[in-house]
């Protein structure tokens, strides 16, 4: 393990906590006994699933240096550790046809002075622009890591809409070397693996390590090796969702490669600021359906039996989407299911009640609402939808992040789970604005088919209140909206209303 760094550190003060800095790793190299002890207990983690520790250092003193920061808060002082640079100015024509937002604006002047950190922003705000503004500023060569085909095709496409010039893709079929190359993040492993070939010598020269949806970092090896093969000095993160739920190894490791996180700017408050649109859940009541025998523990038969092939509540996401059909011409609803074997179940149903639909299920193959399987890129896939070729897409989670559909008016959740950072990224398919695009219907299930599934129900009605998202979970309501006696904006209008009223008083006393 080599270090591209030099010692800077100095002899003044009574710390005797010295480390060589390096982009990617970092080594203490002077130490007392009980700054030792302290550095190796702030460097242990217990694992997401509690039954034992990993450590992120080694007998040598190696660390991951994004962890000079965490060190820094457990109370350790680090001679040798990188100062800030001063917070630079932003040119006003530095994307083409964009304008930065304030908050875009605070957070790039804050990774440019720390050099690496995660842009903690909600999904809809921008992070792209943010990227291509921090591309600018640092020159490149860039090397972007994304999970997909779908996110990196997306990601070259946005970046080169601001003016970026030679933005390349690597993975999926293309491999062609530009200044900034985004490339699939099992590519970049590979290449990382091997330690040869043109992306790995265009690895070695990057200045800016860019990770897209960063949170996978901190759950998947090869994105890790990916990063650590790259020797950027400015390491850039972007994520909706870059903590888990309870602070576990996963962190560290995300943190170890990029930093801490810099900036944050949450969904309400971007809600609040009228740059997302404003989510209203509906919550159909599954109850009533098949129940799934309460000893059953084994998730993948409360899940099948529950959820997937649960007739009654398939019918209750079609029903709700019809019912959206017959009063909004403009509906395009994005149906979000975990196995495929569910996905083609609502398929059906969806197509039985006339909503024209088509099924994606990842690996670029679609099932069209005639039943002819075909392969499509994401991209192309989105575009049919925008020009209304169909009305409803159901997808697996491969279409949970990565997917920006401004036009979409309906998100029914219905793989159900409890994680808050999955439901945050689900939700943030349908925030982002458009034209007219006054509010986001999300039609969600209280399954309370079994003890298991009524308490996923639980921890998402929670996350909702947390988010100050509306829920509107009157029984009678809903289900007048489903046999269309009344349509779901008599019903969310009036309290779109109140919140904009709301939020006008609070406005003027604030004033």
Partial sequence: MSLDGIR??????????????????????????????????????????????????????????GLIGHLQRAGLTLDGSPTPDELPTVPSDLL????????????VR??????????????????????????????????????????????????KKFGVESVTQFGGGRKKIGRHVICVSNSA?????RQSGKLYEFMQTAKLLLADEAHHIGTAATWVEA?????????????????????????LRLLGVLGDVIDVEPSKSLRDQEYLSEPFVFLLDASPGPK?????????????????????????????????????PNMRALVLVRLISHGELLLKVFNQLGIKT????????????????????????????????????????????????????????A????????????????????????????????????????????ARRKVFDAEEITVIDDKQTVLDILWCRVTPDSVVLPLLMAKEMYRGRAEEAVG
Avoid at 96 to 107: E, I, P, T, W
Avoid at 189 to 193: E, K, L, M, Q, T
Avoid at 297 to 322: C, H, P
Wanted: aromatic share 10%.
């Fill in 96 to 107: 083409k046809g964009a304008k930065l937002r304030a908050y875009q604006v605070r957070a």
């Fill in 227 to 251: 990063a650590n093969a790259c020797p950027a000095p400015y390491r850039l993160g972007l994520s909706a969702t870059p903590m888990s739920e309870e602070f576990c190894s996963n962190d």
């Fill in 8 to 65: 800077i550190g100095s002899d003044e003060g009574d710390s005797r906590l010295f480390i060589e800095y390096g982009p990617v790793f970092s080594r203490v190299l002077e130490r007392t006994r009980d700054e030792w002890d302290q550095f190796r207990n702030a460097l242990v983690a217990p694992t997401a699933d509690g039954k034992s520790r990993e450590i992120f250092f080694n007998k040598d003193g190696y660390f991951p240096s």
């Fill in 189 to 193: 492993y590979r290449h990382a693996r």
């Fill in 358 to 413: 088509w099924f994606s299920s990842g690996q670029r193959r679609l099932c069209k609402d005639n039943g002819q399987v075909t392969s499509m890129r994401y991209d192309k896939v989105k575009q049919h939808l925008v020009d209304g070729d169909f009305d409803a897409l159901i997808a697996t989670v491969v279409y949970d992040e990565a997917f920006d559909l401004p036009a979409l008016t309906d998100v029914v959740l």
């Fill in 415 to 458: 793989a159900a789970g409890r994680k808050t950072r999955r439901l945050m990224q689900r939700l943030g398919r349908g925030e982002r604005r458009s034209e007219g695009k006054q509010y986001v219907r999300v039609w969600d299930f209280w399954d309370g088919q079994h003890w298991a599934t009524k308490a996923q129900s639980m």
């Fill in 110 to 159: 804050k990774f440019m002075s720390e050099r690496r950190g995660i842009i903690a922003h909600a999904t809809g705000s921008g992070k792209t622009l943010q990227a291509a503004a921090i591309i600018q500023l640092v020159g490149g060569p860039t090397l972007g890591i994304v999970d997909s085909e779908n996110a990196a095709v997306q990601l070259v496409a946005e970046i």
């Fill in 292 to 328: 799934v025998h309460p000893k059953i523990t084994d998730w993948n038969r409360i899940e099948k039996q529950g959820i997937v092939e649960n007739d009654y509540r398939n019918s209750l996401a079609a029903s709700a989407i019809l019912a959206v059909k017959k009063t909004d």
